[in-house]
């Protein structure tokens, strides 16, 4: 099913980022632009109405467990979201991409949260656990 909130995990993946400066962090971001009004995507409730917002250009095909990192390019492993959210999710995934070549190893959480009915996510919650601990929360809309 499309709308699973999946929880992907994989041991190879590194904990942590540059900016981390303790073994536990919590990193929240805004995927909004200060100022600028929030869009709402609670109308964006059926997989044909995302994809066409992907076609679109308002929404990018993200995966949630990274390509680089082994993950299937399969419905289930991709989420729809605003450019700004998936660069943002990038960021995260190959600075800890980076420390798991490096030869860190933890486990990785990637797990969307929604909204009512809509299929393209709220939030990005990733987590990472092992030698250090991080939780980073991406708010989409």
């Known amino acids: 099913?499309?709308?699973v909130a999946a929880l992907l995990a994989f041991v190879?993946?590194?904990a942590g980022c540059a900016t981390q400066t303790s073994a536990t962090a919590d990193r929240t971001s805004e995927a909004?632009?200060?100022?600028?009004?929030?869009?709402?995507?609670a109308q964006a409730d059926t997989r044909d109405k995302v994809q066409a917002l992907h076609r679109s250009g308002k929404?990018?095909?993200v995966h949630l467990?990274?390509?680089a990192a082994g993950g299937q390019d399969a419905?289930?492993?991709v989420i729809y979201i605003p450019e700004k959210s998936a660069a943002e999710k990038a960021t995260i995934d190959s600075q800890i991409l980076k420390l798991a070549a490096d030869g860190a190893a933890v486990r990785y959480n990637a797990r969307p949260v929604y909204k009512g009915n809509s299929f393209?996510?709220?939030q990005l919650v990733i987590s990472v656990t092992g030698a250090q601990n991080a939780q980073y929360v991406v708010n989409i809309w």
């Open 1 to 3: 099913m499309y709308r």
């Open 12 to 14: 190879t993946m590194a």
């Open 32 to 41: 909004s632009t200060p100022g600028q009004p929030r869009v709402d995507y």
């Open 59 to 61: 929404l990018q095909r």
């Open 65 to 67: 467990f990274p390509l």
């Open 75 to 77: 419905e289930i492993n």
């Open 120 to 122: 393209v996510p709220s």
